[in-house]
């Protein structure tokens, strides 16, 4: 077995506690320690501690299966952001902001989210449809490939 990592794990869990990113944790590590780690270190950490999930995974808010170059739209961006405030995490001011704007539009504008992946663009907005009963236009099935483990 390879000499482990950590050095103290009482730190380590606290990090988590407050928030710290992956990234701020390896250039801490590097600066602190000498010691060169990788995000999945840190993420498998988490999981044998059983820390709390740093991601939000809301699998009846993004029930697609999005395809690589529509990762980054924005409003799937939103809709990650909205998971997150649904699940009683902290938002950046920034993000509350975007988000506070961002569901006002939909509201004015009576429309919800549309995924097609064979367009373009992928997201789309248009208009609320009768059985959209939240900020998405629902597939008739899921698609994502990864449930949310959450609800396990």
Not at 49 to 55: A, N, S, W
Not at 66 to 81: N, T
Request: charged share 40%; proline share 5%.
């Amino acid at each position: 077995m390879g000499k482990r990592k950590i050095v103290d794990e009482g730190e380590v869990i606290r990090w988590f506690e407050e928030g710290k990113t992956y990234a701020w944790m390896i250039e801490k590590y590097q600066e602190k320690y000498g010691i060169k780690t990788v995000p999945s270190m840190w993420g498998n950490f988490r999981a044998r501690r059983g820390l709390e999930r740093r991601i939000v995974r809301d699998d009846d808010l993004i029930p697609w299966l999005v395809k690589e170059e529509h990762r980054w739209m924005y409003p799937l961006g939103m809709l990650r952001a909205e998971a997150r405030r649904r699940a009683g995490k902290k938002l950046t001011e920034m993000d509350e902001g975007r988000l506070a704007s961002w569901l006002e539009m939909l509201k004015e504008e009576n429309a919800v989210v549309h995924y097609d992946p064979d367009t373009e663009d992928g997201f789309h907005y248009i208009p609320r449809q009768e059985g959209d009963d939240d900020i998405i236009h629902r597939p008739r099935e899921k698609t994502t490939p990864r449930p949310n483990r959450d609800r396990d």
